[in-house]
């Protein structure tokens, strides 16, 4: 059988900053994907009672956990804002090439910003009443 | 010469048979979700997590128990769409790809019953 077209290999391209918002968007959706196993298991440990979610509280409230949590905001937030630019994409707008990069810097921008704020709401006991 | 019948061809479904409707869903799911994890996440924050009375009473609040079963329905939607893709993108060993995906969907339709158990769990608790 003859040598059958491929597709260009990712190596071939130069790199542009606007590849890492692509690989982010889809390792920030994996990381959610495992955000959303723990995210049930919280609801499961509300539904089975007081003293459940206490023994659940007590693994939630460990540092490693807590850090593991502010990850996921931050997976949240970014995915979120790109995922805003990736519909904007699909209903056709956006897509030259000056466009792409300047809404790459702005979900950049505005990931930061928000992703600030909800650590900062997050973590911060004196905002929480 | 194409081998495709002309029906085939006006239907525009492929060599699969179901044409766009895995990219369709997963963007309709995306859009759904948008404002659904705006709320959720503003509602999480506001919300003292450590109090078991208080995040059950805001669980079964109101409209709160549908908008979270809508979360949990869509979230896992989307999420088992993603990761078909990128399991289908990165897993090239053909019986590992179909084990890795079945043990995808069988993980996420476990969420989704273990989530909406809960819901129904904690929000029908005061009607019982």
């Known amino acids: 059988m003859a040598e059958r077209p491929l597709s260009p290999h990712l190596s071939i391209y130069r790199f542009g900053y606007t590849m890492s918002l692509s690989i982010l968007h889809r390792i920030t959706g994996v990381a959610l994907s495992v955000a959303l196993i723990a995210g049930i298991l919280w609801l499961l440990a509300a539904a089975g009672g007081a003293q459940d979610y206490g023994r659940a509280l007590t693994v939630l409230a460990s540092w490693p956990l807590k850090i593991a949590f502010a990850l996921a905001l931050i997976a949240q937030v970014y995915h979120l804002c790109n995922g805003l630019r990736h519909l904007a994409w699909d209903a056709g707008w956006g897509f030259e090439r000056a466009a792409a990069k300047r809404s790459a810097l702005i979900v950049i921008a505005a990931a930061v910003v928000?992703?600030?704020i909800c650590l900062y709401v997050a973590f911060c006991p004196a905002v929480r009443s | 010469?194409?081998?495709?019948?002309?029906?085939?061809?006006?239907?525009?479904?492929?060599?699969?048979?179901d044409g766009v409707s895995h990219w369709w869903i997963e963007r309709i799911t995306a859009l759904a979700l948008v404002p659904l994890s705006v709320w959720l996440i503003i509602a999480l924050l506001r919300l003292p997590l450590a109090d078991h009375a208080s995040v059950t009473a805001w669980i079964a609040a109101g409209l709160n128990p549908v908008f979270l079963g809508l979360f949990v329905l869509l979230a896992c939607w989307h999420s088992h769409l993603g990761i078909q893709v990128v399991v289908e993108d990165y897993v090239h060993a053909p019986a590992l790809k179909t084990a890795t995906l079945l043990l995808s969907s069988a993980v996420h339709l476990l969420l989704i019953a273990a989530g909406l158990y809960a819901l129904l769990h904690i929000a029908l608790r005061g009607a019982a």
């Open chain 1, 114 to 116: 928000l992703a600030a």
């Open chain 2, 1 to 17: 010469m194409s081998l495709r019948t002309p029906l085939s061809r006006v239907l525009n479904h492929g060599a699969a048979h």
